[in-house]
């Protein structure tokens, strides 16, 4: 498989057997069982020390995003198509589920010859359908959490990760495939795709600020906050839209030191 396992891995902890898991493993299916989920939440949020259930589901579940990051990379960048199925899922840590990694127990696909656009929407139906819909569906309710909140941490990173991929693209033909996957994933009106979403939640607009140290690059700001202000040390991103202009640009100038 020409894909590169190593970016995977140390971009978006996704790992494929046989390679191994850490001490902890849990079955990513199991999520869609009220209890078993609340039951791994618990014990997330206490490595967290969130003070919720809900500040537990949203940040689990923005930390889980870099699994559907991953997929949509190897579709758009490679033409392959991770196996994300729950049931094809297993979620892993040494020690702490603060940031779990992804183990896939069979790898994926790639589509036949001449056959990308049917493929990739085939592809976009399973990210959607087999993982992240009845994912957020199911902890949205036993989290008490607005999906819209999860769908929203979805969108932002979407958003943010194909404009980033193509203002860094090495060729114009990469460019212009990602201009167009993010089309697809941005404008599909299907409902089958979304759930219990009566619109594509992908489909939204962001405000965005000028970066104070990079010229000509935008900050994007998110539609919602994720709650790590809420942790014991936890604060505001410099993405929040519930932090004030000043506070964010002194963020910003921080990180970038």
Known sequence: ?????????????IAIAPQPGGRLQ???????????GQAFLEEA????QSPSMAVTASLFVKRYLALVIGA????????????????NLVLTTDDSWKMPRFLLLQPGERPAGGEREVWRERMIRHISNDNLQPLITAIAAY??????????????????????????????????????????LTEVQDPLL?????????????????????QGEVVR????CCLAYLLPEGKCC????????????????????
């Open 1 to 13: 498989m020409s894909l590169p396992l190593s970016v995977l891995e140390q971009s978006f902890r």
């Open 194 to 214: 979304f759930g219990s979403c009566d619109k594509n939640p992908l489909n939204v607009t962001f405000a965005e600020v000028p970066h104070p140290a990079k």
């Open 45 to 48: 949020g206490a490595h967290l």
């Open 143 to 184: 989290s008490r959490i607005s999906p819209n909140v999860l769908w929203g941490h979805a969108a932002y990173l979407i958003h943010h990760y194909y404009r980033q991929w193509e203002r860094e693209a090495e060729t114009a033909e990469l460019a212009e495939r990602i201009r167009s996957d993010f089309r697809y």
């Open 238 to 257: 410099y993405t929040c839209p519930n932090l004030d202009e000043e506070k964010r640009i002194e963020q910003i100038l921080a990180k970038e030191r």
């Open 72 to 87: 949509l990379y190897s579709m758009t960048f490679h033409t392959y198509g991770l196996n994300i199925r729950l049931d």
């Open 221 to 224: 700001i998110r539609r919602h």
């Open 26 to 36: 849990f079955a990513a299916v199991k999520l869609l069982d009220p209890d078993q």
